[in-house]
């Protein structure tokens, strides 16, 4: 199975990128800002194709590369596309009911992949920064969680409520589809 739609995903990030150094307006248009937010509810989904400046897109897509593509050939291209926008959407929520500040970037969704992928597949292996060496994937998200928990309310102006509630959302779809598939086997045991 192929993992088309990641690399949609990339694109679409990537040309937004383009468009808002070209016509900073998109950004203002896209950008999740919860004072307008019942007003205007496209943003809560628009926020997570835009970013703040290149390393701020570079460390995303570079997360989207590493972790998207297993987790859509892992559970399939829709399953893929409810966990991803419903981790950004569940971080964005949760992001704009600890902060009135605007937010954007994909790293809720991204985050939400990371800790579905973790459940489904807790052995796979990955290398975090600055350790390189190789950890399952289970304790780099632990690890991740306990860093973001840490930083909430530092003024880093880095979402931290966003990556947790979007990697508890992943988590819990995680779940939810492990049990499924089991569920699915067991029953099909039986012929």
Known sequence: MHSMISIIILFINIFLFLLQ?????????????????????????????????????FFNMLFLIFFAP????????MKF???????????????????????????????????????????????????FIPVPISVA???????????????DAIAHGAHLSGLLAGVFLGFYFSRRRKLAFKDFEYF
């Not at 297993?70 to 291209?77: D, F, K």
């Not at 991740?144 to 930083?151: E, K, N």
């Open 70 to 77: 297993a987790l859509e050939r892992e559970v399939g291209t």
């Open 141 to 155: 998200v632990i690890l991740f969680a306990f860093i973001d928990f840490l930083m909430m309310g530092s003024g």
């Open 81 to 131: 596309l409810g966990i991803y926008f419903s981790s950004g959407i569940l971080g964005g929520i949760a992001q704009s009911l600890v902060s009135s500040s605007p937010s954007l970037g994909a790293s809720g969704a991204l985050y939400g992949v990371f800790g579905a992928l973790a459940i489904l597949n807790p052995r796979m292996k990955v290398v975090i920064f600055p350790l």
């Open 21 to 57: 150094n070209l016509f900073p307006k998109i950004t203002w248009l896209f950008i999740l800002y919860p004072p307008v937010l019942l007003q205007e509810p496209w943003r809560i989904i628009t926020h997570m194709f835009i970013h703040a400046d290149f390393s701020h897109l």
